[in-house]
């Protein structure tokens, strides 16, 4: 069975890379532009100690626009894909404990975020389209590869002749 050519795979790779990057710029330059209401959202989930809770909010917005930036250049997408995908587990798990423990919070995932009134809350949604964007990570995990990367600048393909 053949397997699809790169000149198919690489501008895919490329689009799930820009896809992905896309989500970080989105969500940590919204959360960048409002530290007091990144602060209120990290509090809502009520898990970490009230020493983190300032710290992780001050430093969110900015992991996540550095992810988002190494994605839109491609250097180290592997990598970056594997730090995506932990950070989208961790924010799935916030999700999914909130829920169960009927905490009526905005996960805060794209700006906002804290409390919410009963009934508002999107905690399926939520978790569902993190699951989606880790189908991102996972297709970066497995296939880092795109066009118009550094990766592929600095470590280009191995051509295999068939004679």
Do not use: N
């Amino acid at each position: 069975m053949r397997t699809p050519s790169a000149r198919v795979m690489d501008p895919i790779g490329m689009l799930v890379r820009l896809g992905l990057a896309a989500v970080w710029i989105v969500s940590g330059g919204a959360k960048a532009v409002d530290p007091s209401q990144t602060y209120l959202a990290v509090r809502a989930y009520d898990v970490l100690p009230d020493s983190l809770v300032h710290p992780v909010a001050a430093v969110l917005p900015f992991v996540e626009l550095a992810l988002g930036m190494l994605l839109v250049v491609g250097l180290a997408v592997r990598w970056v894909a594997v730090a995506s995908a932990v950070l989208l587990v961790v924010f799935i798990a916030g999700v999914a404990q909130s829920w169960a423990r009927g905490l009526t919070i905005d996960c805060g995932c794209f700006g906002g975020g804290g409390q919410v009134a009963a009934g508002r809350t999107e905690y399926p949604l939520e978790i569902l389209r993190d699951l989606g964007f880790m189908v991102l990570a996972g297709w970066l995990i497995v296939r880092p590869r795109g066009a118009l990367s550094l990766d592929g600048w600095l470590r280009p393909a191995r051509v295999v002749r068939e004679d």
